[in-house]
T-cell receptor, first 112, second 113 residues
Framework: DAKTTQPPSMDCAEGRAANLPCNHS???????VYWYRQIHSQGPQYIIH???NNETNEMASLIITEDRKSSTLILPHATLRDTAVYYC?????????????FGQGTRLTINP | DTAVSQTPKYLVTQMGNDKSIKCEQN?????MYWYKQDSKKFLKIMFS???????INETVPNRFSPKSPDKAHLNLHINSLELGDSAVYFC????????????FGPGTRLLVL
């Protein structure tokens, strides 16, 4: 079972920031928070991950609360191509092959 | 350049047939995975290989047999196909140097009639 909880769907206007929440209240100290997205009919695409600190890359920003029990993925200027299912996943930090446990994710729709 | 590629993209076959799906990665990764996404869109891991050695083997019927001829390839052979095997199968790869972040292929859509 997934260790994360996400809203099933969200809408956002094109050009605005999309903020996707994720609850992971049972996360342990040696688990990352990972975000992937799946655009219709495509393979899951890696977006970003973090452990304790906030992270930013060319795709998005990840804000993790101080207690690490929740996080928010921010797409700063959403475009129509950002319409996808977004998955928040917790994954152990130890080395070696890891299975990603996908939940239902959040279906984000960007509206023109 | 395609990082993780799968062939075929679509596969339609009859019940009882045997089929193979191939996966190749050119990222230099040493770990590869197979995931299955069923009609309800749940993605679940099936297998993982590291340097041609089976590392993860979830509860998957024996009809499914992964084969890794080398680090860059992980094939999935399915015997005696059943209707319930219809799904999208995704290959992924990762490396220790990359923090084991997994990168996925485009998927193979299998339809068993």
């Amino acid at each position: 079972d997934a260790k994360t909880t996400q809203p099933p769907s969200m809408d956002c206007a094109e050009g605005r920031a999309a903020n996707l929440p994720c609850n992971h209240s049972t996360i342990s100290g040696n688990e990352y928070v990972y975000w992937y997205r799946q655009i219709h009919s495509q393979g899951p695409q890696y977006i970003i991950h973090g452990l304790k600190n906030n992270e930013t890359n060319e795709m998005a920003s990840l804000i993790i609360t101080e207690d690490r029990k929740s996080s928010t993925l921010i797409l700063p200027h959403a475009t129509l191509r950002d319409t996808a299912v977004y998955y928040c996943i917790v994954r152990p930090t130890f080395q070696g092959a890891q299975k990603l446990v996908f939940g239902q994710g959040t279906r984000l729709t960007i509206n023109p | 350049d395609t990082a993780v590629s799968q062939t075929p993209k679509y596969l339609v076959t009859q019940m009882g047939n045997d089929k193979s799906i191939k996966c190749e990665q050119n990222l230099g990764h040493d770990t590869m995975y197979w995931y299955k996404q069923d009609s309800k869109k749940f993605l679940k891991i099936m297998f993982s290989y590291n340097n041609k050695e089976l590392i993860i083997n979830e509860t998957v019927p024996n009809r499914f047999s992964p084969k890794s001829p080398d680090k860059a390839h992980l094939n999935l052979h399915i015997n005696s196909l059943e209707l319930g095997d219809s799904a999208v199968y995704f290959c992924a790869s990762s490396s220790l140097a990359g923090g084991e972040t997994q990168y996925f292929g485009p998927g193979t859509r299998l339809l068993v009639l």
